[in-house]
């Protein structure tokens, strides 16, 4: 395998002593999760999407869902008390977390942001999330998700 890249997520991992096997591919444009499991060989029910919305008032805050599951934008607005929620633009995913898409990692955004996880993500035995550059993921421990102290919900549809 090839060096593993230096990237603000990999800081933030090493910094709070986590733990992770990282995994390198060839990224695709418009591959998603789909592709990104076939090119490791594992479940894309494992492979966690780190997805970007801004509530009604404009807040941004993350959710962590399984990749083969989509965010009922519904039921995330009904549970955030709140009118409505919607995945923010390409430009404003940057600007939260200094990560382009298809290589957002919920460590190290360049904003401290509220994160939710899909409460069936904390069972698995093992996941694989963005490490924060397209064409990388790190495997860890659901657990490890704790270092950003998320608020385990119901989303999926």
Same mark, same amino acid.
């Given at each position: 395998?090839?060096?593993? /890249?230096?990237?603000?997520?990999?800081?933030? +991992?090493?910094?709070?002593?986590?733990?992770?096997?990282?995994?390198?591919?060839?990224?695709?444009?418009?591959?998603?999760?789909?592709?990104?499991?076939?090119?490791?060989?594992?479940?894309?029910?494992?492979?966690?999407?780190?997805?970007?919305?801004? &509530?009604?008032?404009?807040?941004?805050?993350?959710?962590?869902?399984?990749?083969?599951?989509?965010?009922?934008?519904? &039921?995330?607005?009904?549970?955030?008390?709140?009118?409505?929620?919607?995945?923010?633009? /390409?430009? &404003?995913?940057?600007?939260?977390?200094?990560?382009?898409?298809?290589?957002?990692?919920?460590?190290?955004?360049?904003?401290?942001?509220?994160?939710?996880?899909?409460?069936?993500?904390?069972?698995?035995?093992?996941?694989?999330? &963005?490490?924060?550059?397209?064409?990388? +993921?790190?495997?860890? %421990? /659901?657990?490890?998700?704790?270092? +950003?102290? /998320?608020?385990?919900?119901? %989303?999926?549809?």
């Amino acid at each position: 395998m090839s060096e593993v /890249p230096v990237t603000t997520a990999v800081r933030f +991992l090493r910094s709070h002593k986590v733990t992770f096997v990282p995994h390198l591919y060839d990224w695709e444009e418009h591959g998603g999760t789909k592709h990104s499991a076939q090119s490791l060989g594992v479940d894309e029910h494992q492979v966690i999407k780190t997805l970007v919305f801004e &509530n009604d008032q404009k807040k941004p805050l993350l959710v962590l869902m399984h990749g083969d599951r989509e965010v009922s934008t519904k &039921n995330l607005a009904r549970f955030l008390g709140c009118k409505t929620v919607q995945p923010c633009t /390409p430009q &404003n995913v940057t600007r939260y977390t200094g990560y382009q898409v298809g290589g957002c990692s919920p460590f190290g955004t360049k904003q401290a942001l509220v994160v939710y996880v899909e409460s069936t993500i904390l069972a698995l035995p093992k996941i694989f999330i &963005n490490g924060g550059k397209r064409g990388f +993921l790190v495997e860890i %421990a /659901p657990d490890v998700l704790q270092v +950003l102290d /998320p608020t385990a919900i119901s %989303a999926a549809i």
